[in-house]
């Protein structure tokens, strides 16, 4: 793996601090985005701490017709499973803000995971984001780039990635490559848990794990909950 900036990392008290500086990094990048852009481009993680972010969003102050809605993956499961991001973050978040139908880009992922990815790259191509929301799993992998698959990190590699053997279930789904979550102008990572502790101390020490391979200009961002830190 070549040299990426390093990772910086906050650490908060609990979960509520994590989702409460994530509430207000996402203010921020909204409000610098559509003052100097005219529009604001955010991927979407899935997973409990997020949704608690998603809960309080309603309530920001801004222009939702301007925001464009992104994954970073999903499971390859009917639409309106519980399992799905998509429809997490709409019963969330998005089913109570303006944000237009064609800004919501969710991804096909019920048509499999050939078909999905070939479609969701015509949605993401020459798309830089704005902010990308990201989890960490116990694994150390990160929205659904596991452990000894490919990751989509190498010059030229495609944006979106098929993934059929994931090592959660379901094994068929659909992923943004770590070159393409990585363009983005922030990265930041929500971490909570006493479960991720293994995980951020094999990424503290400089191991090669997936969420290692997610990197922007300024190196991305880790919230983490004191909790999750390694004892």
Known sequence: MSAQPAAHWRV?????????????????????????????????????????VYEALPALP??????????????????EHADRNSRM?????????????????????????????????KVVSGVRFDLTLLGLGEDGH??????????????????VLAVSNAAKPPPERVSL?????????????LVS???KRDAVRRWRAGEDIPAAHIHCGVGVDVLLESASLPQ
């Open 142 to 159: 990160t929205a659904s780039l596991f452990p000894g698959n490919p990751l989509g990190d190498a010059a030229g590699s495609a944006d």
């Open 193 to 195: 848990g006493t479960a």
């Open 177 to 189: 490559s770590a070159a393409c979550l990585s363009r983005s102008r922030e990265v930041i990572f």
């Open 89 to 121: 973050a709409w019963q969330a978040w998005l089913s109570r803000v303006a944000v237009p139908a064609g800004q919501h880009h969710i991804m096909p992922a019920e048509l499999g995971p050939v078909r999905a990815a070939e479609r969701y790259a």
């Open 12 to 52: 908060l008290l609990d979960t509520q601090a994590v989702c409460d500086t994530a509430i207000q990094r996402i203010a921020q990048a909204a409000c610098q985005a559509l003052a100097e852009r005219g529009a604001f481009h955010i991927v979407l993680a899935g997973g409990g701490t997020p949704k608690a």
């Open 62 to 79: 801004t222009d939702w017709s301007r925001w464009h809605v992104y994954y970073g993956d999903e499971r390859c499961l009917p639409p």
